[in-house]
T-cell receptor, first 117, second 112 residues
Framework: ETGVTQTPRHLVMGMTNKKSLKCEQH?????MYWYKQSAKKPLELMFV???????ENNSVPSRFSPECPNSSHLFLHLHTLQPEDSALYLC????????????????FGEGSWLTVV | DAKTTQPTSMDCAEGRAANLPCNHS???????VYWYRQIHSQGPQYIIH???NNETNEMASLIITEDRKSSTLILPHATLRDTAVYYC?????????????FGQGTRLTINP
């Protein structure tokens, strides 16, 4: 248990469906991240949120729409996806905005396995 | 963030120490060395991190060379459950949302 919870763990959706992935962190962190891991590829950073504001979008297609209503919750809204979007989607969080140089460790959830059919 | 180089795969016998090397010759003075591992079908798990001193926790030890251009993660008594992909990452610490950039990592197999 890392303190970062992702739901659902598995999702199968059609290309015309609209679905959402949810992430909740119980660590009191203020930065949250979405990563994507396709088969046999390294993890790819998708989005970064810092204090609810999006600070990075790594050229992600608009069919992926993130939402961060507060520092504890992060959503990834999915619309008209393609089969090649099938992957493991990972949420992570960290404590940002401190002056400490000890590094702010990033903690990951267990991921949501997405299959687009 | 500085780039890291790790062997693609390694094997280790159960009960022995597993030593995983990482080269980060372009590391900057304010960049930390982080280690994560990913067991099949799970999210990456934080193991340990350090700046310039050696570090030890309940999971592993991290040995960083004096010039900081390389490091070694040591799992002192490897078990079958330590079979995973291990990632060495360098990143800047401090303020802001500091992202992690993952490479291919080292696939460690612990053999009975």
């Amino acid at each position: 248990e890392t303190g970062v919870t992702q739901t659902p763990r598995h999702l199968v959706m059609g290309m015309t469906n609209k679905k959402s992935l949810k992430c909740e962190q119980h660590l009191g962190h203020n930065a949250m991240y979405w990563y994507k891991q396709s088969a046999k590829k390294p993890l790819e950073l998708m989005f970064v949120y810092n204090f609810k504001e999006q600070t990075e979008n790594n050229s992600v297609p608009s069919r992926f729409s993130p939402e961060c209503p507060n520092s504890s919750h992060l959503f990834l809204h999915l619309h008209t996806l393609q089969p090649e979007d099938s992957a493991l989607y990972l949420c992570a969080s960290s404590q940002a905005g401190t002056a400490s140089l000890s590094g702010n460790t990033i903690y990951f959830g267990e991921g949501s396995w997405l299959t687009v059919v | 963030d500085a780039k890291t180089t790790q062997p693609t795969s390694m094997d280790c016998a159960e009960g022995r120490a597993a030593n995983l090397p990482c080269n980060h010759s372009t590391i900057s003075g304010n960049e930390y060395v982080y280690w994560y591992r990913q067991i099949h079908s799970q999210g990456p798990q934080y193991i340990i991190h350090g700046l310039k001193n050696n570090e030890t926790n309940e999971m592993a030890s991290l040995i960083i060379t004096e010039d900081r251009k390389s490091s070694t993660l040591i799992l002192p008594h490897a078990t079958l459950r330590d079979t995973a992909v291990y990632y060495c990452i360098v990143r800047v610490g401090g303020q802001g949302a500091q992202k992690l950039v993952f490479g291919q990592g080292t696939r460690l197999t612990i053999n009975p």
